[in-house]
């Protein structure tokens, strides 16, 4: 069973940055993508970025040219770097890994909350 372990969420304020890390029990390379998900109370789940497993990088439109997602494979993380967060962003945020098109694993999320 594979493991993934967020960490990094908090309370911040407006305008400022955090970075989410996602280490998972085994090596990235096994995965072919890996990516961040949230999800606000009473919203579904969506896709907030993604790395494919040749290097390739998806965002979703609210958070492109803020977020950026890379990948430590000797470490087998992943991060999410966040800046000029906004009130919306706020969410649980989890790290979701995907071994096949049909096989995916979740980590059990991290709390961000933007206010001022």
């Not at 960490?7 to 955090?18: A, D, K, N, R, W």
């Not at 965002?59 to 990948?71: H, T």
């Not at 989890?94 to 001022?116: D, K, L």
Request: charged share 15%; net charge positive; glycine share 12%.
């Amino acid at each position: 069973q594979v493991q993934l372990v967020e960490s990094g969420g908090g309370l911040v304020h407006p305008g400022g940055s955090l970075r989410l890390s996602c280490a998972a029990s085994r090596s990235t390379f096994t995965f072919s993508a890996m990516g961040w998900y949230r999800q606000a109370p009473g919203k579904e789940r969506k896709l907030v970025a993604n790395i494919i497993s040749g290097g390739s990088t998806n965002y979703a439109d609210s958070v492109k040219g803020r977020f950026n997602i890379s990948r430590d494979n000797a470490k087998n993380t992943v991060y999410l770097q966040m800046n000029s967060l906004k009130p919306e962003d706020t969410a649980n945020y989890y790290c979701n890994a995907q071994s096949s098109r049909i096989i995916g694993y979740w980590g059990q999320g991290t709390q961000v909350t933007v206010s001022s």
